[in-house]
T-cell receptor
C-alpha cells in the first residue's frame, strides 16, 4: 500500500523556468516531509524538509509547500537549471513512528538548456 | 571520504544462493537504515538500527532477510535463498540520532541481480 505517491514519473522543463514536483500522501499521521534528489549511480541526497506545523519552507531556489487538508506537498524549483536534472523523491514520517520513512516512487526531472 | 559506503556496488547471483551486503555508516552516526528500491518503485523501508536498542525489523519482506549491526557501526544485510524478486538496489543510510528531523545520508547502493 503506497502511502506516499508521486503520480508523475517524469517532468521536462526549460532552463530558467519553474519546476513543480508533486507528492500526495494518505496517512494523516504523517507530520514530517522531506525531498531527496538522486543522480544516477549515487544515493539520494537530502534537499529540503517541512514540518506539519508549517505550510511553506524555502531554501534558495527550492521551496516546499504543504497542504495538510489536501494531503499534498509540492517542490518548486525556481529558476530551474540543467544541473537540477535528477530523480526527486518525496518522503514522509509519522509522529508515532518517526524513524520509519515512506518514500514515493520518484519523479525524473529533465531541465533542458 | 566521510560518507556512507556500501559494498559491493554490484552483485549478480543465482537463485537460491545467499548474499551479504555491507554498509559502513558515517562515523559517529547512531542510526542506520536499510532500504531497497525495486525497478520503478520508491524506496522501501527494510530495517532500522538505533544505538543499542532492538532494531525495527518491520519492513523486512520475509524471514529470508536479516541484518546485523556490529559494534554500533558496520551493518550487514543478508538475504538467504535469493529469489528473482529480490533483484533491486539496496540502499543504506545513516543519521546522527535517528530522530525524525535528522538528515539521512545515503550510500550509493548495491545493485543486486538474481538470475
Amino acid at each position: 500500500d503506497q502511502q506516499v505517491k508521486q503520480n508523475s514519473p517524469s517532468l521536462s522543463v526549460q532552463e530558467g523556468r519553474i519546476s513543480i514536483l508533486n507528492c500526495d500522501y494518505t496517512n494523516s499521521m504523517f507530520d514530517y516531509f522531506l525531498w531527496y534528489k538522486k543522480y544516477p549511480a549515487e544515493g539520494p541526497t537530502f534537499l529540503i524538509s517541512i514540518s506539519s506545523i508549517k505550510d511553506k519552507n524555502e531554501d534558495g531556489r527550492f521551496t516546499v509547500f504543504l497542504n495538510k487538508s489536501a494531503k499534498h506537498l509540492s517542490l518548486h524549483i525556481v529558476p530551474s537549471q540543467p544541473g537540477d536534472s535528477a530523480v526527486y523523491f518525496c518522503a514522509a514520517s509519522g509522529v508515532y513512528n518517526f524513524n520509519k520513512f515512506y518514500f514515493g516512487s520518484g519523479t525524473k526531472l529533465n531541465v533542458k538548456p | 571520504g566521510a560518507g556512507v559506503s556500501q559494498s559491493p556496488s554490484n552483485k549478480v547471483t543465482e537463485k537460491g544462493k545467499d548474499v551479504e551486503l555491507r554498509c559502513d555508516p558515517i562515523s559517529g552516526h547512531t542510526a542506520l537504515y536499510w532500504y531497497r528500491q525495486s525497478l520503478g518503485q520508491g524506496l522501501e523501508f527494510l530495517i532500522y538500527f538505533q544505538g543499542n536498542s532492538a532494531p525495527d525489523k518491520s519492513g523486512l519482506p520475509s524471514d529470508r532477510f536479516s541484518a546485523e549491526r556490529t559494534g554500533g557501526s558496520v551493518s550487514t544485510l543478508t538475504i538467504q535463498r535469493t529469489q528473482q524478486e529480490d533483484s533491486a538496489v539496496y540502499l543504506c543510510a545513516s543519521s546522527k540520532r535517528g530522530a525524525g528531523s535528522d538528515t539521512q545520508y545515503f550510500g550509493p547502493g548495491t545493485r543486486l541481480t538474481v538470475l
